[in-house]
């Protein structure tokens, strides 16, 4: 299915590793190795940051878009998404190195579900607001959104798509949560 490929490999765009590179930084092997938006922002300062998180939030988006586009309904929408993200933690372009998903997703689910993920973005906030660790806050807003969507009543395929999309977040957040647990997750703010 076209759309899909398409959405793997709009995902897979690596913003975070392009615009690091253009700083002289390598973020695979700099802060904590992460292809994505914290990253970028604790090893290259605050507006690198927010460049990458909003074009990785905006390819998510556009994804869906082009499967809505090609008259595919929420199924095709649903399983661009979800390729997209996909594309985002396993690029093929830096061997299947990539972020952990959190920005993608929500550019996929803002087209998929908006009110969903606007509910999912204000755990987010309260949670990293309260706590200043954005990994907790990425994992509560990730636990958040499959209820939330299915609460406002989205398609199967949509509701599908979000709980596998969460599954696969989570999974990636596994190193995240270990240090959390130790006491060494860094806050945000901290530089790498």
């Known amino acids: 299915m076209l759309p899909v490929v398409i959405g793997y490999l709009a995902g897979s765009l690596p913003f975070a590793f392009l ?82 998903g959190v920005a993608v997703a929500a550019g996929v689910f803002a087209v998929l579900a908006p009110l969903a993920t606007a509910a999912a973005a204000a755990v987010f906030l309260i949670v990293v607001w309260t706590t200043r660790y954005v990994s907790l806050g990425s994992m509560a807003a990730t636990v958040a959104l499959p209820p939330a969507v299915w609460i406002v009543g989205a398609p199967t395929a949509v509701v599908g798509a979000a709980a596998s999309v969460a599954g696969l977040i989570l999974f990636r957040h596994r190193t995240n949560l270990q240090r959390l647990r130790m006491g060494t997750e860094r806050r945000m703010g901290a530089r790498a």
Not at 24 to 36: E, F, K, P
Not at 54 to 62: F, Q, V, W
């Open 19 to 100: 615009l690091a590179r253009r700083a002289g930084i390598d973020v695979r092997l700099a802060g904590s190795g992460n292809v994505g938006a914290a990253n970028v922002l604790r090893t290259t300062g605050t507006w690198r940051g927010v460049i990458v998180m909003s074009l990785d939030m905006l390819k998510g988006a556009a994804a869906v878009l082009v499967a809505y586009m090609s008259a595919g309904g929420a199924p095709v929408a649903a399983l661009t998404g979800a390729a997209a993200v996909v594309g985002h933690i396993y690029p093929v372009w830096l061997r299947f190195h990539g972020g952990k």
